[in-house]
């Protein structure tokens, strides 16, 4: 069965500073990945998704088979990137596995 | 466009009686997938349906049933309900059931069994 950890329930940084958080899955299928963004007081949306090879909101992911792993970087820290990030894996018949988040919070 | 909509907000129930939520999907959207999330996890798959058909289902016992309509909007019953169901359930919908379409959230229901 397919496994999706992060490993960090929580994550502090700085305004200005690098961050990332960290998702690591297990499948022995070839995985889809997704990362959910959830703001407070806001329904669970898209951020990225690894097939797309993009960058929103300054965040990208780069799918790391070897080590199983899809973390989330972003150079440069905001304040309004507080908010509780999911890592999501899709499997070829379609069944999501979600991570249990890590809450991130942009100090000023 | 609409987006997801899910009713009632909250509920609360008591152990063994039964509750039906119901979800919208957004405009132009046939798939409806339902997910169950307890306090401080992440979402846990429970069924998805398409074109009024369950189209794959998680590790949920068979008291968790769902419907799907014509119009693409879904319910989720729940019977015999027990007081580790006490979640908030949400539903997504997207364009097909494909394992790369973004899926869109609804903003859930807080279900409560005393």
């Known amino acids: 069965a397919q496994r999706v950890t992060q490993p960090e329930k929580l994550l502090s940084v700085f305004k200005g500073a690098p961050v990332e958080l960290k998702c690591n899955y297990s499948?022995?299928?070839?995985?889809?990945l997704f990362w959910y963004v959830q703001y407070s007081r806001q329904r669970l949306q898209l951020l990225l998704r690894h097939i797309s090879r993009e960058s929103i909101k300054g965040f990208t992911a780069d799918l790391n088979k070897g080590e199983t792993s899809f973390h989330l970087k972003k150079p440069f820290a905001q304040e309004e990137d507080s908010a509780m990030y999911y890592c999501?894996?899709?499997?070829?018949?379609?069944?999501?596995?979600f991570g249990d988040g890590t809450t991130l919070t942009v100090k000023p | 466009e609409t987006g997801v909509t899910q009713s009632p907000t909250h509920l609360i129930k008591t152990r063994g009686q039964q509750v039906t939520l119901r979800c919208s999907s957004q405009s132009g959207h046939n798939t409806v997938s339902w997910y169950q999330q307890a306090l401080g996890q992440g979402p846990q798959f429970i069924f998805q349906?398409?074109?009024?058909?369950?189209?794959g289902r998680g590790n949920f016992p068979p008291r968790f049933s769902g419907l799907q309509f014509p119009n693409y909007s879904s319910e989720l019953n729940v019977n015999a309900l027990e007081l580790d169901d006490s979640a908030l359930y949400l539903c997504?919908?997207?364009?097909?059931?494909?394992?790369?379409?973004?899926?869109?959230f609804g903003p859930g229901t807080r279900l409560t069994v005393l």
């Open positions: 999501a894996l899709v499997t070829i018949a379609g069944k999501s596995t």
């Open positions: 499948y022995s299928g070839s995985p889809e």
């Open positions: 349906y398409y074109r009024e058909e369950e189209n």
């Open positions: 997504a919908s997207s364009q097909v059931p494909r394992n790369t379409d973004t899926q869109y």
